[in-house]
C-alpha cells in the first residue's frame, strides 16, 4: 500500500527526492513518517509530517538538510534531501501512523503501514 522511490546514488553535497506513493487508499488523513536503516544499525527516524500539514518534525542530524512534504492531490509523501553526507547512506522506508491519531511520534512501534524501502547511497 506504501512504495518508496527515488533511492540511488550521489556524491557528497548533492540532492535527492524520495517519494512514498499510495495505492489502494488514502494516507491523506495519516501522519506520515519517513525511517532509515543504516548498514550495521537500527532504524531510526528521519522526518514525519502531520495531518493536513499542520506540522513536522526532524532528527537532529538532517534538519536543515531534508524537507518533508505531502502533496495530497496525489496522495504522495515527499522527502527532498539536500546537502548529503556519507552517513546518510541507508535504506529509507517511508511509514504512516493510523488514521485514528494526530501526534507526530518518532518510534518506529508507532507506525503499523511500511512500505518496502528504497536504498541511498552518498559517496565521499
Known amino acids: 500500500q506504501l512504495q518508496a522511490s527515488g533511492g540511488g546514488s550521489v556524491q557528497a553535497g548533492g540532492s535527492l527526492r524520495l517519494s512514498c506513493a499510495a495505492s489502494g487508499r488514502t494516507f491523506n488523513n495519516n501522519v506520515m513518517g519517513w525511517f532509515r536503516r543504516a548498514p550495521g544499525k537500527e532504524r531510526e527516524f528521519v522526518a514525519a509530517?502531520?495531518?493536513?500539514?499542520?506540522?513536522?518534525s526532524y532528527a537532529g542530524s538532517v534538519k536543515g538538510r531534508f524537507t518533508i512534504a505531502r502533496d495530497s492531490a496525489k496522495n504522495t509523501v515527499s522527502l527532498q534531501m539536500s546537502g548529503l553526507k556519507p552517513e546518510d547512506t541507508a535504506v529509507y522506508y517511508c511509514?504512516?501512523?493510523?488514521?485514528?491519531?494526530?501526534?507526530?511520534?518518532?518510534?518506529?512501534?508507532?507506525?503499523?503501514?511500511w512500505g518496502q524501502g528504497t536504498q541511498v547511497t552518498v559517496s565521499s
Open positions: 511509514a504512516a501512523r493510523s488514521p485514528s491519531v494526530t501526534v507526530i511520534h518518532y518510534s518506529q512501534r508507532s507506525y503499523p503501514f
Open positions: 509530517i502531520g495531518k493536513e500539514n499542520a506540522a513536522t
